[in-house]
């Protein structure tokens, strides 16, 4: 009888003592494949295609659902693993115990996240004009719990740090790419004002710029202290993020 490539993902994922990638399954399956003592059958999925992979994954993911099992088969980060549904979350809590779970996030940290993994890249400045009050503090509390973190300069004048998600966001509200965010056209919508692009000498080459003192940034770069937009609320309906429920 030969076996079916689900099949023997479904093996590995039930022996990993972690979530597996796409890309670390695939080279197990190439190491079996390669071992001297190498079965036909563990030759013949030897450099299967990622796309074959990614979608015997989604049908294994579907037949759990299909046949209503007490666990279910969810990419979270980009790497797939087997869950207990929430449903069976008492027995468990009894049986193993619980993690001690860091704090909640308190409602602004809730919405600065929220800029921050719809508007990325994007500056401290930028956040501070769409949700309308400063964020230094927010900001530092994020960080800290590994949720943001710098991704790049901005190319305008001052150059101020440009902020996006971590693979611990998507971790922590249990989601495998940012694509699967739920939907927030109005936050994206939103019109912030950005500062001058960069003086170049030249197309593609960025002219030296001496470092301004803070206090004589423009207000916008310097954390946008004496920025003064028009109230942009973070839209009730749809584009706030929500703590996932506890185990």
Not at 218 to 231: L, W
Request: with cysteine.
């Amino acid at each position: 009888m030969s076996i079916e490539l689900k099949s023997i993902l479904e093996c590995l994922l039930f022996s990993a003592p972690k979530p597996l990638s796409v890309s670390e399954i695939r080279d197990a399956l190439n190491r079996a494949a390669t071992e001297e003592e190498a079965t036909p059958e563990a030759k013949s999925f030897h450099k299967v295609p990622v796309e074959t992979i990614d979608e015997a994954l989604s049908t294994l993911s579907q037949e759990n659902e299909a046949a209503a099992r007490s666990y279910r088969l969810v990419c979270v980060a980009g790497a797939w693993q087997f869950v207990t549904q929430p449903e069976f979350g008492p027995w468990l809590r009894s049986f193993v115990g619980v993690k001690n779970r860091p704090a909640r996030l308190s409602q602004p940290a809730l919405e600065t996240l929220a800029v921050v993994a719809y508007r990325q890249p994007v500056t401290r400045a930028e956040i501070e004009q769409i949700r309308g009050v400063a964020v230094d503090g927010v900001m530092a509390t994020l960080k800290e719990r590994g949720l943001i973190e710098e991704v790049g300069r901005a190319e305008v004048i001052g150059r101020p740090m440009q902020f996006g998600t971590t693979m611990a966001f998507l971790e922590y509200f249990g989601l495998g790419r940012l694509e699967d965010l739920p939907a927030a056209d109005e936050l994206r919508r939103i019109p912030v004002v950005r500062p001058e692009s960069l003086a170049t000498v030249e197309p593609g080459v960025v002219a030296d710029l001496p470092e301004l003192p803070l206090e004589q940034a423009d207000p916008e770069v310097a954390g946008g202290r004496g920025v003064t937009p028009e109230a942009a609320e973070i839209p009730e309906s749809n584009a706030r993020l929500e703590e996932p429920p506890a185990a």
